[in-house]
């Protein structure tokens, strides 16, 4: 998902492998047959600490993962979305730190599919789009 507050989203440091140091978006891999916006929502909990309230689906990219010495195709998807709470309390054995970045040229983020989400929030959010 995007956190998303005025022009700027919310970047989590990856505490672990793959890609450990990295900023990402909050989110995770959905368990048995739950519904990605769900998924969404739980990982917002476990990440973050608190409740967001989901916005616009931004869309869906298929990527790969690695996990376990293979390479996984994954369908990434990304919604927008708002903190309901300001006072965020990471989960330690997922992230390191967080940061608001700019939506507009923000650095290279972990994974492809966050880049592009970013980027199509970017434009969606314009004024005048």
């Known amino acids: 998902m995007l956190v998303v ?3 700027l989203f919310l970047a989590l440091r990856r505490a672990s492998e793959p890609k450990a140091g990295e900023w990402e978006l ?3 891999f959905c368990d048995g047959w739950e519904h990605p916006a769900d998924t969404a929502v739980r990982e917002a909990r476990e990440e973050l600490g608190v409740d967001v309230e989901l ?3 931004l869309g869906m990219y298929l990527t790969r993962y690695e996990y376990q010495n293979e390479i996984l195709p994954v369908l990434d998807c990304f919604w927008l979305a708002r903190l309901r709470d300001e006072k965020i309390r ?3 054995l997922e992230s390191s730190e967080y940061t608001w970045l700019p939506l507009c040229d923000p650095p ?3 994974f ?3 880049d592009q989400a970013v980027r199509a929030a970017s434009i969606s959010l314009s004024p005048g789009v």
Do not use: K, Q
């Open 5 to 7: 507050s005025g022009d």
């Open 55 to 57: 916005g616009a689906f």
């Open 26 to 28: 909050p989110g995770g």
């Open 112 to 114: 492809e599919s966050m």
């Open 108 to 110: 290279r983020l972990a």
């Open 90 to 92: 990471l989960n330690p």
